[in-house]
């Protein structure tokens, strides 16, 4: 093979340091490009947490905001569209007003045989009969044939008769319901039983929101299901805690004051929202399954706990069961408190404390808020 001229060996020495230069250059240009790019994502992330995303959404027939500070846009997208779909497919299987759902299945036939559950169903069960048994009776999925006797299912305007309270009062009570837990199957031993979940499905959904915020990475949120509010442990940037309203149940949207909170779970019951007029009287939609009767002796309750299912019970137990149960509750489950809202000669709204929680900021001193 012929050696290289000496004319050519000349060029590849005078080319060498232009080569050098040029991978020099584009070395640089791509380190540049990849510092480039990691400050955008990083101001990007900034902005994201500096700033909630937003979901507004339908569940349960009410409105709903979630905020998420933890998270940039992209990713916030994939975890609302979770979120929504999962909330639905939970709505989609326990209205009770949709004869479609499983739980409209359920009523229309566990008096004739055993029913088999779907896994979130069986779920919902489990958790409802737990909080039956820790209320003492006072929460109670089977009221559904005393909210249908007093025409929240329908269009009743006159109050029942002694006789038909005594003959539906024979269709309450979880007691009556029997429990397959190798089947997961469900059977009512009385015809006529039905399940309302009113009072525990929102509580159950932000549990289920919580695990697929975690899912998702989102560790500074809250979500505000129709008045059932959960915050995160960490509060957003520049803040110490979250500011939590307290409902009025005296005035339509207005609070009787707020909270500062961090990792809590909160929950009102009142009669204020969902009520009828029977025989000329307002009822409320809270019932007392004991004694078949609308509770009408308090105005609201409202309760700060570490669970929205705990949260949710809680607050209809509580209405329910009055002060003595939720100073049992209270010292049961550490870090839960309840606020009791009556009315003083006035027509003030009167305020009683009961567990573990901070006091409301108000203005107008101990126990009375304008």
Request: charged share 20%; hydrophobic share 40%; aromatic share 8%.
């Amino acid at each position: 093979m012929p050696n290289s001229s000496p004319i050519t060996n000349k060029r590849l020495r005078l080319l060498a340091p232009l080569f050098c230069v040029l991978l020099i250059a584009i070395i640089a240009f791509f380190i540049l490009r990849r510092e480039r790019s990691v400050t955008q994502s990083a101001d990007v992330a900034g902005e994201a947490i500096a700033s909630p995303q937003l979901m507004d959404f339908t569940v349960f027939n009410t409105l709903c905001r979630l905020s998420v500070w933890s998270l940039p846009p992209a990713k916030s997208e994939a975890l609302f569209a979770e979120l929504n779909q999962q909330l639905r497919l939970l709505h989609d299987c326990i209205n009770v007003y949709d004869p479609k759902s499983e739980l409209s299945a359920i009523n229309r036939n566990a008096a004739s045989a055993p029913v088999t559950c779907s896994p979130m169903l069986w779920d919902i069960l489990m958790s409802a009969r737990e909080a039956w048994r820790i209320s003492d009776g006072a929460f109670d999925v089977t009221i559904g044939p005393l909210m249908q006797l007093w025409g929240f299912y329908g269009k009743q305007q006159i109050a029942p008769s002694q006789d038909e309270m005594q003959a539906v009062r024979q269709k309450v009570g979880l007691d009556k319901v029997r429990f397959d837990e190798q089947q997961h199957s469900v059977a009512f031993s009385v015809p006529g039983m039905r399940l309302d979940f009113g009072g525990i499905a929102k509580g159950y959904a932000l549990d289920m929101a919580g695990k697929i915020l975690a899912q998702h990475g989102a560790d500074i949120f809250l979500l505000d299901l129709g008045g059932n509010i959960a915050c995160s442990a960490t509060p957003p940037p520049g803040r110490e805690a979250f500011t939590i309203g307290i409902r009025n149940p005296h005035a339509a949207n207005t609070l009787l004051g707020t909270m500062s909170l961090r990792g809590r779970f909160i929950a009102t019951s009142g009669n204020y929202e969902r009520f009828r007029f029977v025989d000329g009287k307002r009822v409320g939609h809270i019932m007392d399954p004991r004694s078949g009767m609308p509770c009408t002796y308090l105005d609201g309750v409202s309760v700060v706990t570490t669970s929205g299912l705990l949260s949710d019970v809680f607050s209809t137990a509580a209405f329910i069961g009055r002060q003595d149960l939720a100073r049992s509750l209270s010292e049961r489950f550490p870090g839960s408190g309840f606020i009791f809202v009556s009315k003083d000669q006035q027509g003030k709204p009167v305020l009683e404390y009961i567990g573990d929680l901070p006091m409301l900021e108000r203005q107008n001193g101990p126990g009375v808020v304008d």
